[in-house]
């Protein structure tokens, strides 16, 4: 996706070896015009999979995700990250380890939310060693749904992520796919859409 590739170059920032700051349209302060292109695109390419969800996770997720779900005219679900008091029955969870955290944190879907005739795509900001997309799969999976596909924003693909989601047979759609980063500058390979 151009508009996003060349927003990563004017706005984004490379933080140490391997972090890329976008706090200024995706991650902490919300570009909701380049956010409705992304779920435009998103929807188009997923147009005929007849989708019933879209899931994500929280926080920073849900901006995408939403706009995708508008484009596709589904409702919206984010994994929560914290336990909730009102959330008492009938969640599904995962556990998922942050590798930049170093943390494991378990994520939760009220299972009322999804079923076995769901067709879900999964939408998140980043993609970097999957494992927050792998405890979407493994709660929707849960629910006896499927996952017809993970549509991320901005892929570090020098992570393993992307390998990781494939070979549990998911499909990996990226709207910009990062090779690495050279002196502070990001260098792109061709992205998905
Ligand atoms: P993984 O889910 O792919 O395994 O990623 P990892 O554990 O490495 O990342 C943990 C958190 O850091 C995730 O957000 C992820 O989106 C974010 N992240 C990973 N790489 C980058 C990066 O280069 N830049 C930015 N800005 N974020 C990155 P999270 O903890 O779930 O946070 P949030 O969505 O609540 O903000």
Do not use: C
């Not at 920073?60 to 008091?85: C, H, R």
């Amino acid at each position: 996706m151009k508009q996003l590739e060349e927003r990563i170059l004017q706005d984004g920032h490379v933080l140490g070896e391997n972090i890329l700051k976008v706090d200024s349209f995706l991650t902490h302060q919300v570009d909701f015009q380049l956010m409705k292109e992304i779920g435009q695109t998103f929807a188009e390419y997923f147009q005929s999979a007849g989708i019933t969800k879209v899931v994500t996770i929280e926080a920073s997720g849900i901006a995408p995700a939403i706009y995708t779900a508008e484009a596709l005219n589904v409702p919206m679900i984010f994994a929560k990250k914290a336990k909730n008091i009102t959330m008492l029955d009938g969640i599904l969870t995962a556990e998922v380890y942050s590798f930049t955290k170093q943390v494991t944190s378990t994520v939760s879907i009220a299972s009322k939310f999804l079923n076995n005739r769901d067709r879900v795509l999964i939408v998140d900001d980043f993609l970097a060693n999957g494992q927050a997309a792998k405890g979407l799969v493994d709660i929707i999976q849960q629910a006896g749904a499927e996952v017809e596909g993970i549509g991320i924003v901005i892929e570090k693909s020098f992570q393993d992520g992307r390998t990781l989601l494939e070979k549990a047979g998911q499909k990996v759609v990226s709207l910009a796919r990062i090779e690495h980063f050279e002196n502070g500058k990001v260098v792109f390979k061709e992205a998905d859409l």
